[in-house]
């Protein structure tokens, strides 16, 4: 539980760009068979968790009252709507030390001119609280 906030791209192809420029802010991310997992949320992604829990030893020990294969539908109804592409969620209330780096980033990138071009701002929720924070 906690206050969440949520930040919506204008279009789902921006995510990739968007998480290259909070990268250039500090923004670190983990790679997983060449797909880079960034803040916002990729189709890429998507395929590289599918794959992974069709093909990997450790994916195939999860969700195990998922048939296999598992689709690309049974993939969003696993995230519960928690993960959507061009999508990033964050938790500002009591953050752990990731969390916080990230609210900062964040910070920067909404306070930068750029933030115009990609975030939409009437979709996003919470977004005063964030850069109040």
């Known amino acids: 539980m906690g206050t969440y906030t949520k930040l919506i791209l204008r279009k789902k192809n921006q995510s990739k760009k968007v998480n290259e420029l909070l990268k250039k802010l500090g923004a670190e991310y983990e790679t997983f068979e060449g797909v880079e997992y960034g803040m916002f949320f990729t189709q890429e992604m998507v395929n590289e968790d599918i794959r992974f829990m069709n093909e990997d030893p450790e994916g195939l020990d999860q969700n195990l009252n998922y048939e296999r294969p598992i689709s690309e539908e049974d993939y969003w109804k696993m995230v519960c709507n928690w993960r959507?592409?061009?999508?990033?969620?964050?938790?500002?209330?009591?953050?752990?030390?990731?969390e916080s780096k990230n609210i900062e980033i964040l910070k920067q990138f909404l306070n930068s001119d750029d933030s115009e071009k990609y975030i939409d701002y009437d979709k996003s929720e919470n977004l005063d609280r964030l850069i109040n924070y």
Do not use: F, G, V
């Open 84 to 98: 959507e592409i061009a999508t990033y969620k964050l938790k500002i209330s009591c953050p752990n030390d990731e």
